[in-house]
């Protein structure tokens, strides 16, 4: 196994830095076996995935991750109860289940959980179908939804024999009553019921459209509920279905621990959105919130020069703080990310650090904390050595850009005649970092 691990993590190099595959496993790996994640499968991704799903399944498998997979089975059923012409309706969001409609269910839905199985055992990984014995349920309304169920109880000891015996949970949306009696859970309420009892450390939806898209149907990459929460239920383009999706996202987060975070993406995009800071996919965090100075504390500098270098990995010159022209410090509450703002030309406002810990920026941190900028600055500008990684990312946010040397300048909110002196201003500065040591030369070859 520890050889597949290894071989599989270079592999995994290949997605981002080897660097950052290596940190996540290991940060997955922190917590028990089965609360690494909950992975809801829609039935869509069963349909058109579903060798996809099964080969990023397996992939985690054989890096010794043990996700608990739930599926619905909506599609499918669908198409079964027309064909068996059993009309069903759907109030609230709930399937009507009256006992002909259970009768099409209950094989459609043992159905899928097989195809399932089976694609993952033809890749020689083990799991467990978990029909029942997970969801305990009373009638959520008998008179209204038929024999829908809602959750009292998800018992657990079937998903850790699962895991400890080294098979992948794979849990149908079917639960029973004290008494023995069958009834069809909600796939959107049994994800919450297993996530809550759970409490695992990611939360993925698996969807066919892979995240949450934006008004120009792009997948939006982060969302930090307390900074943008508020904003986003604003947005006319955000439509039911959505809000009804952040809705009940946040409630979620807000009952678990803060570093558990939702992972919306699809089969194909799973391993990359789990391995790599960038994602493939919208990651949700319960998020943190920024604060704001404009003087500091012996304290405060204390602070920053222990978060500079960890983003920069240079050393700060001693002598930073009394050079610095402070106009303001925007920093989050966990100190992961910080920018520092100074008095640059005419005290017009220049953007002297930016700095994210690796790890914040998968968190979105770096967005986050450039809408506060936003928000506090209409006008701003700054500069980074050329071969910055960051610079496209700060071609998205500046309106002009401009290379000089080995620098590049970057701004928004000046006209191009404004810029000259800024310009000028931004090149002249000095460095903030010691020198790097000097590389000793190899003798002659
Ligand atoms: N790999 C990290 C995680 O799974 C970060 C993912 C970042 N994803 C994104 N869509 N921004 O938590």
Redesign the pocket.
Known sequence: MADTRNIILELLGQLGSSREARE?LQRFSTVDSYQFAVVKVGGGVLADELEQLASALTFLRHVGLFPIVLHGAGPQLNKALEEAGVDSEVVDGMRVTTPEVMAVARPVIYEQNMRLTEALEAKGTTCRSLLHGVFEADYLSPGKYGLVGDVVRVHKDSLRSAVNAGALPIVACMGESRSGQVMNINADVAARALVLAVEPY?VIFLTPTGGLLDDKDRII??INLSTDYDELMQQEWVHSGMRLKLVQIKYLLDQLPGST?V?ITSATGLTK???????????IRKGEGFSSLTQLTEENQHEIAQLLPRCFDRELDPGYFDQLKLQRLIWSDSRRAAAVIANGHDAIPYMDKFAVTPTAR???LATALWHQIRKIFPKLYWRAKLNNPINDWYHRQADISMRAGDWRVFSYGFSLEEMQPLAEDALGREESWLPLPEVEEGPDE
């Open positions: 996540y990611k990459s982060s975070s992972s959105e789990l391995f790599t800071h960038t994602g493939a996919g919208t990651l998968g968190e979105g």
